[in-house]
C-alpha cells in the first residue's frame, strides 16, 4: 500500500518584519560591495514599531587604504528608508514608514582575529596563507525533481503565492493589500511523490475598512487558483484566508523584525535540513551563505544529471580553516548509481575551499537583494550562479 502523508511548507512576503529586517541587511552589504568586492560584511537589524536598528560589523579593505570611514561613502540612513519604500511602508496610515521611522546605527568594525583567519595571508598560529572559513558550523544544500526547478512543492508552491500577492500589490491594481503577508501549502504524498493539496493558508495585511469577504474572494480567485496546480487541487482542498478575521495592525508595528529568523522559508521549507546559520547581511567569506550556496549548486547538478531524484549535501568548516572538515551525501535511497560514485564524482569535480566556493559561483558581486524574498533557491536569474546545472554532464560522466 502506498505510504501517505502531508508536508507542509510556508512563505513570507517582503513586508513581514523578519524579511524587512533582511532586506535591509542584505541592501547594506550590496552597497559595500559596490565600495569594494572584497568587503567584509556582517549586518544586523532588528524593527520594532516605528524604530530600526542597523549593527554589526563591517570592513571595507578600499576605505582603510584610502583612510576614509564608513559614514563617509555608505548612508545606512538612506539605504534603509529607500528599502523601507521599496516594500511599500509608504501609506499615511503606516506607523512603520519608510520616511518617519527613527534609524539607529550601530555599526563597528570586523573583529581583527576574525579577519587574520578569513584572510588569504599568514598569520601567528593559522598555520597556513590560506583563505579560511568565516566561522565553524555546518551547512546543507538540497535539490529534488518534485518541481521544474527541482525544489520541494510545498516551499516553491508558497513561494508562488507570496511572488504574486506581492507583484499585485505593487502594481497598484487592488487598492487595500498591504506588505505584510504569509503563506503556507500543504502538499499530499503518495510513496514520496506530490499528488494533491489538503491546504492553502494566506494571511494578508489589508486596509482597515475591507471585508474579509472581498479578501477571501481575491485571494482564492485571483491568486491561489492562477498560481497552482489546478490537477492538485479538488473539492477536498480547504482555502484559510486571514483565519483571524482581521489583519490591519501588520509589519514592524504588530510583531517585532529580527534578521535571521526566516531561515526555513529561505531554503527549503523544512524538506532539506538546515545548519541553523543564517544568510542574509553576509558577505560570501561567510560560509553560512557561499557554502549553502554550495551545496544547492551541488545538489541541484546531481538531480539534473539523473543520478538521484533526491540529493542531500552536507559540509562542515572549522573557523580560518581552508578545507571543510567534512562533505557528506545522502540521496536517499534515490540514486541511480552507487552513492559512493556519486561522492567521488562530486569531490572531483567542485572545489570547496571558502576561497574557490567564491570563485566558482562569482560571489563577490552586489546580486544579494535579489536572493532575499522567496527564497534564496529556486530562482531563474543570471546571477543567481547556484541555480545553473552546467555541472550536470560532467558528474554523469565522472559517476560511470
Request: net charge negative; proline share 4%; charged share 25%.
Amino acid at each position: 500500500m502506498a505510504r501517505r502523508f502531508i508536508f507542509s511548507s510556508e512563505s513570507v512576503g517582503e513586508g513581514h518584519p523578519d524579511k524587512v529586517c533582511d532586506t535591509i541587511s542584505d541592501a547594506v552589504l550590496d552597497a559595500c560591495l559596490v565600495q569594494d568586492p572584497k568587503s567584509r560584511v556582517a549586518c544586523e537589524t532588528y524593527a520594532k514599531s516605528n524604530v530600526v536598528i542597523v549593527g554589526g560589523e563591517i570592513t571595507i579593505p578600499k576605505l582603510k587604504k584610502e583612510n576614509k570611514s564608513l559614514t563617509s561613502v555608505l548612508n545606512i540612513d538612506e539605504i534603509v528608508r529607500r528599502t523601507i519604500a521599496e516594500i511599500g511602508y509608504i501609506n499615511e496610515d503606516d506607523v512603520f514608514h519608510a520616511y518617519r521611522v527613527f534609524i539607529s546605527n550601530i555599526i563597528t568594525d570586523q573583529s581583527a582575529d576574525i579577519s587574520q583567519g578569513v584572510d588569504q595571508s599568514e598569520a601567528d598560529g593559522k598555520g597556513h596563507a590560506e583563505q579560511g572559513a568565516g566561522d565553524q558550523g555546518l551547512m546543507f544544500g538540497y535539490a529534488c525533481d518534485e518541481t521544474p526547478e527541482l525544489m520541494p512543492a510545498p516551499i516553491m508552491f508558497a513561494h508562488r503565492l507570496g511572488r504574486e500577492l506581492t507583484r499585485i500589490r505593487k502594481q497598484g491594481g487592488v487598492k487595500w493589500l498591504r506588505p505584510d503577508a504569509k503563506s503556507q501549502v500543504s502538499v499530499i504524498y503518495e510513496d514520496g511523490k506530490p499528488v494533491g493539496i489538503s491546504h492553502v493558508v494566506i494571511s494578508t495585511q489589508h486596509a482597515a475598512d475591507t471585508k474579509h469577504k472581498e479578501i477571501k474572494e481575491f485571494c482564492i480567485e485571483e491568486v491561489i487558483r492562477k498560481v497552482l496546480p489546478k490537477q492538485m487541487m479538488n473539492g477536498t482542498t480547504e482555502f484559510l484566508i486571514n483565519p483571524t478575521g482581521r489583519f490591519v495592525v501588520g509589519g514592524p508595528q504588530g510583531d517585532t523584525g529580527l534578521t535571521g529568523r526566516k531561515i526555513i522559508v529561505d531554503s527549503y521549507g523544512g524538506m532539506g535540513r538546515h545548519g541553523g546559520g543564517a544568510f542574509s547581511g553576509k558577505d560570501p567569506s561567510k560560509v553560512d551563505r557561499s557554502a549553502a550556496y554550495m551545496g544547492r549548486w551541488v545538489a541541484k547538478n546531481v538531480v539534473a544529471a539523473g543520478l538521484a531524484a533526491k540529493c542531500e549535501v552536507q559540509f562542515a568548516y572549522a573557523i580560518g580553516h581552508p578545507q571543510p572538515v567534512s562533505v557528506h551525501i545522502d540521496t536517499f535511497g534515490t540514486h541511480t548509481v552507487p552513492e559512493d560514485a556519486i561522492e567521488k564524482a562530486v569531490r572531483q569535480t567542485f572545489s570547496f575551499k571558502p576561497a574557490e566556493i567564491i570563485a566558482q559561483l562569482d560571489l563577490l558581486r552586489p546580486i544579494y537583494s535579489k536572493t532575499t524574498n522567496y527564497g534564496h533557491f529556486g530562482k531563474d536569474d543570471p546571477d543567481i550562479t547556484w541555480e545553473r546545472t552546467d555541472k550536470a554532464e560532467e558528474l554523469k560522466k565522472t559517476a560511470k
